[in-house]
């Protein structure tokens, strides 16, 4: 596990450097970029199926933590929300091609991210394992040798997995066969049809599909990794950066921040104060 660790303290770092940032943000509304004044709209880029932060309620309008985040952040601002679905691994091209203004996508701060665009820290996300109910406890990610393991490509637990894998290889054992998947959905199909014998995903969906299907998953073990996760924005937009920056401040302050995340019963993740 030692190029894990390493990587787990590096973040740890740049997490921890980010979330000063965030407290720094003057009291002031800033204003904004001339294009959304103009337009009164914040276009933001989401992979809109990653429950309870994105995805799509009966009625296929967008719902979680990150929609009710950002729908409040827009208003804080004076301006409507416009919500654009699209793959997780497009969000950052989409973002850079000016398609979209930010990115609210559970889209955790990692400094190769950071070398094509800037994130406002705003939560702690947690990485888990899910497995069918029964199956048996997974207490590392390299207990996972050889066998089919399902995850969503351009996401964290596709880097640990491969990580894992270096590990294995070092010490001359089976990797896992990761199999990835543009979509969180069809990962987890595959799990319940028992064609890959885990799930790599973020703690915080795999606690959904556990309440959404009683019996049927449950966690690998504890959560193994935590990292901060931002909202992404182009480096070149100051203004933006410092309305939005400005607008989560005064949320966390006047309790709204927290409201969000006790609604969807996710106060672990939440930044502390300070």
Not at 210 to 228: C, N, R, S, W
Not at 239 to 265: E, Q
Request: glycine share 10%.
């Amino acid at each position: 596990m030692t190029r894990m660790k390493a990587l787990f303290s590096a973040l740890g770092v740049l997490a921890g450097a980010g979330l000063a940032g965030l407290t720094t943000a003057h009291a002031a509304a800033p204003g904004l970029p001339a294009s959304i004044e103009k337009s009164g709209t914040l276009r933001i880029c989401s992979a809109v199926n990653l429950p309870p932060m994105e995805f799509m309620n009966a009625e296929t309008r967008p719902v979680g933590l990150d929609i009710d985040l950002g729908d409040a952040i827009a208003s804080h601002l004076g301006v409507k929300p416009e919500w654009i679905n699209m793959p997780f691994a497009g969000l950052i091209p989409a973002l850079l091609a000016s398609h979209c203004d930010i990115i609210m996508s559970q889209l955790f701060i990692k400094p190769g991210r950071l070398k094509v665009i800037d994130e406002i820290p705003y939560m702690i996300s947690h990485e888990a394992v899910l497995v069918k109910r029964g199956k048996g406890a997974v207490p590392s990610l390299e207990s996972l040798s050889g066998k089919k393991v399902a995850t969503v490509t351009g996401t964290t637990a596709t880097v640990l997995l491969k990580a894992a894998n270096k590990e294995l290889a070092g010490a001359r054992k089976k990797p896992i066969d990761i199999v990835m998947f543009p979509e969180n959905t069809q990962a987890l199909q595959q799990l319940q049809f028992g064609q890959v014998a885990a799930y790599g995903v973020a703690y915080e969906t795999a606690r959904y599909y556990i309440h959404k299907a009683p019996g049927q998953f449950a966690l690998g073990g504890p959560p193994y990794y935590k990292i901060a996760t931002g909202i992404g924005i182009r480096k070149n937009e100051a203004v933006l950066h410092k309305a939005v920056s400005s607008a989560l401040a005064d949320m966390m302050k006047n309790g709204s921040y927290a409201a969000i995340f006790r609604k969807w019963n996710l106060g672990i993740d939440m930044l502390k104060p300070g």
